[in-house]
T-cell receptor
């Protein structure tokens, strides 16, 4: 089946630094990728929709200057958490929509801890 | 690594028929969350199951968590066209990490 990878799987950083998370569709092309955040013991929440070759669409309340999204190719989207703070510590998960079938597949997620 | 297997991949039913999607794991699942994604939409949280053998109902939807916590199911009674979408299960492990199944796409013929 289709595979979506995320890198890194876990990252610990100091407050004030920036962290980049990569989301790749390994065996299909994804014109659309999605970035989610999961707060402790809560359900998944959509942060933004990433479209290949264009600007991302952010959900209300998500700061676009803090969470930079780049979708440079049909298989790669990146989320950069800029000037990270401890409250940004969370589980970030991406998903990719298969251009051919329309199915959506989730990545394994990235655990971010900001000290 | 541990995977959450979800079946079937697709299900097409006549309106009024029942529908069930299953999630299985070779290892013990922690907490199971179920999501529904309408065509063109995004996953929407439906429910969370925590206890072994737990059964929860939401109108025509019945959610079960297996006794051994290695499987879970979502059953819809008498499907309606509004039930169309993809249903995902997700294992919430290590307190906050999540692992999704591949989803079951349900189509309903009026």
């Amino acid at each position: 089946g289709a595979v979506v990878s995320q890198h890194p799987s876990r990252v610990i950083c100091k407050s004030g630094t920036s962290v980049k998370i990569e989301c790749r569709s390994l065996d299909f092309q994804a014109t659309t990728m999605f970035w989610y955040r999961q707060f402790p013991k809560q359900s998944l929440m959509l942060m933004a929709t990433s479209n290949e070759g264009s600007k991302a669409t952010y959900e209300q309340g998500v700061e676009k200057d803090k969470f930079l999204i780049n979708h440079a190719s049909l298989t790669l989207s990146t989320l950069t958490v800029t000037s990270a703070h401890p409250e940004d510590s969370s589980f970030y998960i991406c998903s990719a929509r298969d251009q051919g079938t329309g199915r959506q597949f989730f990545g394994p997620g990235t655990r971010l801890t900001v000290l | 690594g541990q995977q959450v297997m979800q079946i079937p991949q697709y299900q097409h039913v006549q309106e009024g028929e029942d529908f069930t999607t299953y999630c299985n794991s070779s290892t013990t699942l922690s907490n199971i969350q179920w999501y529904k994604q309408r065509p063109g939409g995004h996953p929407v949280f439906l429910i969370q199951l925590v206890k072994s053998g737990e059964v929860k109902k939401q109108k025509r939807l019945t959610f079960q968590f297996g006794e051994a916590k290695k499987n879970s199911s979502l059953h819809i009674t008498a499907t309606q066209t509004t039930d169309v979408g993809t249903y995902f299960c997700a294992d919430l492990y290590n307190n906050n990490d999540m692992r999704f199944g591949a989803g079951t796409r349900l189509t309903v013929k009026p």
